[in-house]
């Protein structure tokens, strides 16, 4: 009967077996001492009345295996249900038209499902499941796809059980009610393939490409860059590209949008701490704080250290004047004598780091000067520049380091488009934390 006809029941999602109800069940594995999945399926269609078939993925390397036993078992009168996943594009459109050509051929022994558009979940099972004439069944459960590789090729490993009842059988029969009735799964309709076939040779397509660009990316990230300054770019990209795809708060818009109002409030802040009393930790904290605790710098655990930075306010702040006053003077100075000006004030204060440090130049000027911590090190090294710290901290990055970064992290911005370092830290911090 249809399964589109059958009444959904509510049976237990675990069935217990009665020792006298089974009579079988063993381990079945692809290996050259012992028959594969091919030639355990293939074996399981003489006689059988009924099959159940719920693969994830099938591939004519798979399905052109059981086609002939297939087919004369449908001669014998043989009732078929296919249900066939679509998730990832790894189901192939020919076998989808050779399984839609027995539903027309046999329209009153052979069904063949599809994953539903609205689905919520991945499909996923391998089930092989027969019922006979006598009520007994037989099922290969287990890793086992419509593939080459699932049934011969590769290390895969079901259990094949033999029950004198149907109890399991009637399980999988009533899942795929259930599946089709809250649309996870539908009957497979001319469109939806038509659409599927469209979508598959274009996701094909760029599957081919990404896995060339991956490893020619894993091949030549290798390498430093060229001397001519030449930057490695297509991990950046392809995470840059997913990063701008992403509609949530880690996204690039949203990120974008956040740095720049948190740029705004880290000038506000250094403002403050450079012109206003900070003789107290209490006076040096009203400012520091908000900087540190994620309405100014981006960089995370900054608040951690924040009462021992305002034990030496008046220290910090000296460097922030002496800083704004040589960029008056010189709006174009280099990174080399910023980050040598600014490290002669906080090398004395503890956990005042280069992230500090770097976040405090970064908001005198986000075109020139980089934040330089252990994320934009890591995403500085996707563009092939491993040269620097894994943990950058004042006594392992000289002013000389610093600039050498700045420069080459200019270099990587520009070629990925980017407005300015700012939206450079983003990218390096969803390439460490998210992607």
Known sequence: MPVTSIQSVNLARTVTLTAAAVSTTQLLVNSSKAADHIVGVEALFQNATQLDCMVAFARLSGYTK???????????????????????????????????????????????????????????????????????????????????GGLSLNHEFSLFTESSDCLLADQVASEIADLLQSGEIEVAARERLDEYARRHKIYALHNRAAKLNAEADCKSSRSAPS?????????????????????????????????????????????????????????????????????????????????????????????????????????????????LLLHAYLSSIPRAGTNVLTEALHTF??????????????????AGYRSFPEKPNKSSVDSLLYADFCSKARRVCAALGLANLGELDALFNYAYWVA
């Open 66 to 148: 059981l086609e002939a036993t297939l087919g004369a078992a449908l001669d014998a009168g043989l009732s078929v249900r296919f249900v066939v996943g679509l998730d990832f594009y790894h189901t192939e459109p020919p076998v989808l038209e050779a399984l839609f050509a027995l539903m027309e051929l046999y329209p009153d022994q052979f069904e063949l499902f599809i994953s539903g558009p609205k689905r919520t979940r991945t499909f996923h099972p391998k089930v092989y499941a027969f019922q006979y004439a006598d009520a007994s069944c037989k099922m290969v459960v287990g890793s086992a796809n419509l593939t080459a």
């Open 227 to 339: 001397s001519n300054g030449a930057v490695y770019l297509p991990t950046l990209l392809s995470i840059l590209t997913l990063m701008k795809a992403d509609q949530t708060q880690s996204g690039f818009i949203a990120q974008r949008n956040a740095r720049t109002r948190r740029h705004a409030n880290a000038q506000g802040y250094l403002n403050g701490l450079r012109t206003q009393a900070v003789g107290t930790p209490g006076q040096f904290l009203a400012y520091y704080e908000p900087l540190v605790s994620g309405l100014g710098w981006h960089s995370g655990g900054l608040q951690r250290g924040k009462n021992i930075v305002a034990q030496q306010g008046e220290v910090f702040q000296a460097g922030l004047r002496d800083l704004y006053l040589r960029m008056q003077a010189n709006p174009k100075l280099s990174a080399e004598d910023a980050y």
């Open 365 to 382: 000027d986000p075109l020139r000067f980089a934040v330089m911590n252990q994320n934009s090190v890591n995403g500085m090294a996707l």
